[in-house]
């Protein structure tokens, strides 16, 4: 008998025969949480990182893209687009944000998305990309292809979440946004993270 196995969601999916045009995500969590799961590095499964911060709870679906990883290739975008203080990737998969009218009630869980833009984070000197895409089929948000087209207030939504979500009240901004891009840069951000991924991990 073949024992059961589960592939590990960033190493073992692959980021979707259609990349960048259409992405996997693995969504780690729901806008329902207030608290933020990411996935182990180690094992595959999803671990409890940090409760999240006062009323910062997350607008849409949050996850990564597989077979993703933000170093070299993903930091000189970041430079090219006026970000000189950045140094290096923050070393993790890609981020993803995914626009849904669904209500979905818990991460761990594989879908396809359309990449539609991103913000062009900057956290401490490293290149921290938060892509943003919309569920593939989503009634609401699936016929966008671009965040330009997005409403203004949806993006601001997204935006004020990754400006604030690791700040207490009293403190400094820990980050900024570099830029906001549309969708031909984001994917050349995803295209950048995977060659990041092959020269890490090979494959």
């Known amino acids: 008998m073949i024992p059961n196995f589960k592939a590990h969601p ?13 992405v996997n ?6 806008p329902s949480d207030t608290i933020k799961y990411e996935v182990d590095k180690e094992t595959g499964y999803l671990k409890v990182d940090r409760p999240q911060q006062f009323s910062n709870i997350i607008p849409a679906l949050y996850g990564f893209v597989p077979r993703t990883y933000c170093d070299e290739g993903v930091k000189n975008l970041a430079v090219q687009m006026g970000a000189d203080d950045v140094t290096e990737g923050d070393h993790d998969p890609l981020d993803i944000c995914v626009l849904s009218s669904h209500t979905i ?3 761990g869980m594989m879908m396809e998305a359309i990449p539609i833009g991103g913000f ?13 895409a919309v569920m ?22 997204l935006m004020h979440y990754f400006l604030t979500y690791k700040n207490l009240p009293d403190e ?19 295209q950048a993270s995977e060659q990041d991924y092959a020269n890490k991990f090979g494959g």
């Open 172 to 190: 400094p901004a820990k980050c900024r946004i570099q830029e906001v891009y549309g969708a031909e840069h984001a994917k050349k951000v995803i």
């Open 136 to 157: 593939k089929g989503d009634h609401a948000f699936g016929h966008f292809r671009d965040i330009n087209d997005l409403p203004q207030a949806e993006v601001k939504r």
């Open 10 to 22: 960033w190493h073992g999916i692959s980021a979707g025969k259609n990349a960048p045009e259409r």
């Open 25 to 30: 995500v693995f969504v780690e969590i729901v």
């Open 120 to 132: 062009k984070m900057i956290d401490k000197g490293e290149a921290d990309d938060k892509i943003v």
């Open 105 to 107: 009630h818990s991460g």
